[in-house]
């Protein structure tokens, strides 16, 4: 494995860091000598991080539970205090992973600067930063059957956190949603929110849906023996349904204890939309596009 990588995309302005699993997208915005200096920081705080989670990589891979455990890294203890509140349920720091690394590569890129916007994507999973009265827009993708709409996050909604999971995704899921985004307070939250709320969305024993243990297909999951998502064939109108209200039930109570902001869920061309903060209704006529964050 090589070790860390820096280079500018083709436009310029988004820096991309990767080493091993992790990529992401960084992009800063303000004065030119503050941005420069944002992007510099956030080079070196990437140097290490990939062997700080190493270092403590079976620990992570535990179940958490609702006593707090003392971790090195700084990533890491982001890991589990994203988790933390979540662990009624069965969830290991992993689940969190993706946007702890955004949440942590952000704050080294914003200590001591002036920026009024930025965000680091960890393949979907983002961190963001927004100054006094700015905003961001973020592009939510309904994955595989057309639906796409835009979302803008202003300063006041409180919001720095976007991440996304579903049984389509990179990492492995115990549910069957094409897509779950969750709004939240930092990247790790959200990403470690969006993870239980796409396992709710299922339809437990129903023979259209193919799992496999998750350690057949890779042997040190976090997950063990349970079955993950390989397959989801054809499903009723009520049955997708009932699978929605079951995810949404599980972040209708998430919203409520204040641990995320707002959800939007997707399966096979339905949604189930919550929160306070405004999610666009998907519209099937529009095209799909990128996420800025």
Same mark, same amino acid.
């Given at each position: 494995?090589?070790?860390?990588?820096?280079?500018?995309?083709?436009?310029?302005?988004?820096?991309?860091?990767?080493?091993?699993? *992790?990529?992401?997208?960084?992009? %800063?915005? $303000?004065? @030119? /000598?503050?941005?420069?200096? +944002?992007? #510099?920081? =956030?080079?070196? &705080?990437?140097?290490?991080?990939?062997?700080?989670?190493?270092?403590?990589?079976?620990?992570?891979?535990?179940?958490?539970?609702?006593?707090?455990?003392?971790?090195?890294?700084?990533?890491?203890?982001?890991?589990?205090?994203?988790?933390?509140?979540?662990?009624?349920?069965? *969830?290991?720091?992993?689940?969190? %992973?993706? $946007?702890? @690394? /955004?949440?942590?590569?952000? +704050?080294? #890129?914003? =200590?001591?600067? &002036?920026?009024?916007?930025?965000?680091?994507?960890?393949?979907?999973?983002?961190?963001?930063?927004?100054?006094?009265?700015?905003?961001?827009?973020?592009?939510?993708?309904?994955?595989?059957?057309?639906?796409?709409?835009?979302?803008?996050?202003?300063?006041?909604?409180?919001?720095?956190?976007?991440?996304?999971?579903?049984?389509?995704?990179?990492?492995?899921?115990?549910?069957?949603?094409?897509?779950?985004?969750?709004?939240?307070?930092?990247?790790?939250?959200?990403?470690?929110?969006?993870?239980?709320?796409?396992?709710?969305?299922?339809?437990?024993?129903?023979?259209?849906?193919?799992?496999?243990?998750?350690?057949?297909?890779?042997?040190?999951?976090?997950?063990?023996?349970?079955?993950?998502?390989?397959?989801?064939?054809?499903?009723?109108?009520?049955?997708?349904?009932?699978?929605?209200?079951?995810?949404?039930?599980?972040?209708?109570?998430?919203?409520?204890?204040?641990?995320?902001?707002?959800?939007?869920?997707?399966?096979?061309?339905?949604?189930?939309?919550?929160?306070?903060?405004?999610?666009?209704?998907?519209?099937?006529?529009?095209?799909?596009?990128?996420?800025?964050?």
């Amino acid at each position: 494995m090589n070790g860390p990588q820096a280079h500018w995309l083709a436009d310029g302005r988004r820096l991309h860091l990767n080493h091993g699993p *992790i990529d992401l997208i960084v992009e %800063v915005f $303000g004065e @030119v /000598a503050e941005c420069r200096a +944002a992007y #510099a920081q =956030a080079v070196a &705080r990437f140097q290490t991080i990939l062997n700080e989670l190493v270092d403590e990589l079976p620990e992570l891979r535990r179940p958490a539970s609702l006593k707090p455990r003392a971790f090195d890294g700084a990533t890491a203890r982001r890991m589990e205090a994203a988790v933390v509140p979540l662990a009624e349920s069965f *969830i290991t720091p992993m689940a969190a %992973v993706a $946007g702890s @690394v /955004a949440d942590e590569i952000l +704050a080294a #890129a914003l =200590a001591g600067r &002036r920026l009024d916007r930025a965000y680091v994507n960890n393949g979907g999973d983002s961190a963001i930063h927004l100054g006094k009265g700015q905003s961001m827009t973020l592009a939510i993708a309904g994955t595989g059957h057309g639906l796409a709409d835009r979302i803008t996050i202003r300063a006041e909604d409180g919001v720095r956190g976007v991440a996304t999971s579903g049984w389509r995704g990179r990492s492995f899921s115990l549910g069957i949603a094409d897509a779950v985004t969750v709004l939240a307070r930092t990247g790790a939250e959200a990403d470690a929110a969006a993870t239980l709320i796409a396992n709710a969305v299922d339809l437990p024993g129903h023979p259209a849906i193919h799992r496999v243990p998750a350690r057949d297909l890779a042997p040190d999951s976090d997950l063990g023996d349970r079955p993950v998502t390989q397959g989801v064939g054809a499903l009723s109108p009520g049955e997708v349904a009932r699978a929605l209200d079951n995810g949404l039930a599980v972040a209708e109570d998430f919203r409520r204890r204040g641990l995320i902001a707002a959800s939007a869920l997707f399966l096979a061309g339905q949604s189930r939309i919550s929160g306070s903060v405004a999610l666009a209704a998907p519209n099937k006529h529009k095209a799909k596009e990128t996420a800025h964050a």
